[in-house]
DNA sequence: CAGAATCCAATACGATACTG
DNA sequence: CAGTATCGTATTGGATTCTG
């Protein structure tokens, strides 16, 4: 398996010493991976739509998350054997099984929206899971 | 407020890219979180006890991550004026909303365990949130 | 189009020593 | 007991350039 962030490689160690949280975040706990999840949520979409929608991201990152996340079979990668190449990515069965939980964290963080100190207001949230 | 760790700052930044998920992630996704979080879950502990329980974390690391879950107001400190000084963390009640989510992500990662990879047992899991 | 490779600055983290 | 302070290494992640 591909060598991981060491944050989540840790964090797989920890998995004995704690519980079921430390892998759940191992997976979804990268840089961008919300950000991914959020929008492959909604269906099948390419390399270059992905990089479009998620303003900021370098490519480097994009293809080292997407790989993360294909390592873990949350998502799936489809290539198609065509001039000019098209990717596209999607999630797995096992990937929607993270459903209930990618909801549970939408939920909490748009719920404790103030506590938690985002003084901004609703406007600009373009992604519910 | 206190400067976090550039993955958290970073996400912050994300929040109105994308969703609720990264908020959470901002608060919960550092490295040592899970595992303060499943032990305060089961209730009040001291400095020290938290040290002893979690393996392997370094005094620097634990003052760190307590703090920031302080300063998102997910836990707090009890200092308690006697000598030899002791001092309590507990979950907030802002903090207890995050059961479900914290339960969520728990039973995710017990429940695919075998699929994400880790060939251990079950053994060795100590802490159910 | 969808990456791969390389370079470099910023960060995170562990180890250790010290303190009220 | 419950931390701080400091140092050094490892890792991260952005920018840029290159390719089938």
């Known amino acids: 398996m591909r060598k991981k962030t060491s944050t989540n490689a840790l964090n797989e160690k920890l998995i004995n010493d704690s519980c079921g949280m430390a892998r759940a975040l191992s997976i979804l706990g990268g840089r961008w991976k919300p950000a991914i999840l959020c929008r492959l949520n909604h269906g099948t979409m390419r390399y270059g739509e992905l990089k479009k929608s998620i303003e900021g991201i370098s490519e480097r990152m994009l293809v080292n998350q997407l790989r993360e996340l294909e390592d873990d079979q949350i998502i799936e990668r489809i290539v198609y054997p065509e001039v ?19 909801k549970a964290m939408s939920d ?9 100190g985002d003084p901004v207001e609703d406007l600009n949230i373009n992604c519910k899971v």
């Open 84 to 102: 000019p190449p098209r990717v596209e990515y999607r999630m797995t069965d096992l990937g929607k099984t993270m459903n209930p939980l990618l």
């Open 108 to 116: 909490w963080g748009n719920m404790h929206r103030i506590e938690v």
